[in-house]
């Protein structure tokens, strides 16, 4: 939540041509996201959409004994609601902010006449849904196969790409529900992490020290999901800013 | 020709294209060739480019997530009910998972480039196909879930539900393997797993045949998601 927000700083919005920037941009409420807040339970209708700036918000997919596990983080790289656009009008997941920041969100009803236009703002909103897709997929053969350990260093990179600087807010809790595993397997692997030096803990904090040691700990779902992410979204653009 | 045209005779044997407004199912039909799906064949392996679209209609189809030769995931299963090449819509060709045919038979097959040309043509049939895309991606995060949760008997007996579904048959062919491998876990587990539903009567499995005595035995094993599955289905497509 540093500093002053602006649509850019999310790579979808930032994608968008001249012209659509201009029908979209004007509709953008910016919102702030508190930790742990939910944004919608499954089976709500979706009103909106979010396009994280600084913030992030993870998807989880609850089983009727109130147990849950992460299908995919969102951050300023995507967009929360893929489900409108496709014509669902409930979701299936609940949308849990995992980092505190903000987001701007835009009404469903304009979010459809966009689409209906089928111009850069659907191909680009498409092609997010498919690095999406892949997110999922690969976080799900990750859960079954891989340790705690590689889990936890698979998801804690995926989170600091999101975010501006090297510093992730969070609890315990809230980390092994994503991973969906119990809290005491999320202090054992964040300690083996902390004695190694690659991360320090304290209050809350999950600062990254040593970024290079924390891939080589991961299992190689973080390389398969950035790699699509990266091939599949437009590059930043050449200044890596919008205006300020 | 002749093919195409003997093609447009078996189309309501895929409830996609049955539910397609009749304008748009025809043009597709029109350009479908019959095909036959073989047992264990690999329709598109994740990272390459998808040539066919493919509108099962006796034939299945299954999704896997894979990180090596050993660790996967059965994360879709694709029959009647539904289409692979799905990504298209989203305006990618490049597969990101592996299409494995699970249960042998015929398939309607469209060359890729022809269906995106239809997609631009109709916005209601994108509209429609959407809405599939929506329920295979719900799928998908349902099965990891219950990936990640459920029992190995429970995810059996929903594997099994659901290939009940779509070989349209209580009898099929299987190999414990092959459970194994589209589960994410160890042949001892299907085992052990699957002699328990034997046990109890509610299959019978020998030789690589397996039998379905009693479905609604299995749905009293199987974890929610198979019925929560089957209903978004129907909400949505129906």
Not at chain 1, 19 to 37: C, N
Not at chain 2, 87 to 95: C, H, K, Q, R
Request: overall charge positive; proline content about 3%; glycine content about 8%.
């Amino acid at each position: 939540m540093s500093g002053i927000a602006f649509p850019e700083q999310n790579h979808i919005l930032d994608a968008l041509p001249p012209a659509e920037r201009e029908r979209i941009f004007p509709h953008l409420k910016l919102v702030t996201l508190p930790l742990g807040s939910v944004l919608y339970e499954a089976g709500d209708a979706l009103r909106h959409i979010y396009f994280p700036t600084d913030s992030i918000v993870s998807l989880l997919y609850v089983l009727e004994n109130g147990s849950s596990a992460e299908i995919c983080v969102v951050g300023n790289d995507g967009v929360i609601g893929v489900s409108l656009f496709m014509g669902g009008e409930t979701t299936t997941s609940r949308a849990i902010v995992q980092s505190a920041g903000s987001a701007y969100r835009l009404s469903g009803r304009r979010l459809k006449q966009e689409f209906e236009r089928q111009g850069e703002t659907m191909h680009i909103l498409l092609r997010y849904t498919q690095a999406l897709i892949t997110q999922m997929a690969q976080t799900a053969v990750c859960n079954r196969h891989h340790t705690v350990d590689q889990q936890l260093a698979r998801w804690l990179l995926l989170s600091l790409d999101r975010l501006p600087d090297n510093k992730l807010t969070m609890t315990q809790e809230l980390i092994a529900d994503m991973l969906g595993v119990r809290r005491e397997g999320v202090t054992d692997s964040a300690g083996k992490l902390q004695k190694l030096g690659v991360i320090t803990y304290s209050r809350g904090t999950i600062r990254v020290l040593d970024r290079q040691r924390l891939e080589h700990l991961s299992c190689e779902c973080y390389a398969v999901v950035k790699r699509e992410t990266d091939r599949l979204l437009p590059a930043r653009r050449a200044d890596g800013l919008g205006p300020p | 020709m002749t093919a195409r045209i003997a093609a447009a005779g078996l189309a309501p044997a895929n409830q996609l294209l049955a539910g397609l407004r009749a304008s748009d199912r025809r043009r597709l039909i029109a350009q479908c060739d019959p095909i036959e799906l073989g047992f264990e064949e690999v329709l598109c392996e994740a990272g390459e480019r998808i040539r066919y679209v493919y509108f099962p209609t006796t034939g299945f189809i299954s999704l896997i997530s894979a990180v090596d030769k050993s660790s996967n995931l059965e994360v879709g299963l694709v029959g009647s009910e539904g289409m692979l090449g799905s990504s298209l819509m989203l305006g990618v060709e490049i597969a990101s998972l592996r299409a494995l045919v699970q249960g042998a038979g015929s398939a309607l097959r469209m060359d890729a480039a022809r269906f995106v040309r239809e997609l631009k043509r109709s916005p209601h049939l994108r509209e429609r196909l959407n809405l599939y895309l929506f329920v295979l991606i719900t799928q998908l995060t349902q099965m990891a879930a219950c990936a990640r949760y459920h029992l190995v008997e429970a995810r059996l007996a929903r594997w099994l539900l659901m290939t009940r579904d779509r070989a349209h048959s209580n009898e099929f062919r299987l190999t414990q393997e092959f459970l194994a491998y589209m589960l994410g876990v160890r042949r001892a587990g299907i085992t052990r797993a699957a002699s328990n539903l034997q046990k109890r009567r509610l299959i019978r499995y020998s030789r690589g045949s397996m039998h379905i005595l009693d479905a609604r035995g299995l749905e009293a094993v199987t974890c929610e998601c198979y019925a929560n599955a089957a209903q978004l289905y129907s909400r949505v497509l129906t």
